[in-house]
């Protein structure tokens, strides 16, 4: 998984008024699905996201923390759900690249 700075996210999302999640999102699952073999690709994926007007992405943060405890992280899935339905959303992806910094770089499925 791609080392990001949370500092630098945090960052770029205020700069880039919140475009910089969509990316993040995108990308971040593109490497989930390299790592994993599970999801759709970058495109599926927020095509997926828009269609469902959003609510795919409640889903996928709940499923992005299984992917990660596949890859040796802590599952923190049903805590990415409990975020979004409390109106905090925006720092389960902060959690989520945190977690990705924490696993070795060749971690696999």
């Known amino acids: 998984m791609k080392r990001r700075s949370i500092l630098v996210m945090i960052i770029l999302l205020i ?3 919140g475009i910089y999640s969509i990316y993040w999102s995108c990308s971040f699952q593109n490497q989930l699905k390299a790592k994993t073999g599970k999801g759709f ?15 795919y992405n409640i889903y996928w943060q ?12 802590s599952n923190f899935g049903i805590m990415y759900l409990l975020l ?6 925006w720092l389960n992806p902060f959690i989520m690249q945190s977690q990705a910094n924490g696993l070795p770089q060749n971690a696999t499925a």
């Open 15 to 17: 700069l880039t008024l």
């Open 41 to 55: 690709g970058a495109i599926g994926h927020l095509l997926a996201i828009i269609f469902t007007f959003g609510i």
């Open 62 to 73: 709940y499923a992005g923390g299984s992917r990660l405890a596949m890859l040796g992280a």
């Open 84 to 89: 979004c339905f409390v109106g905090l959303s």
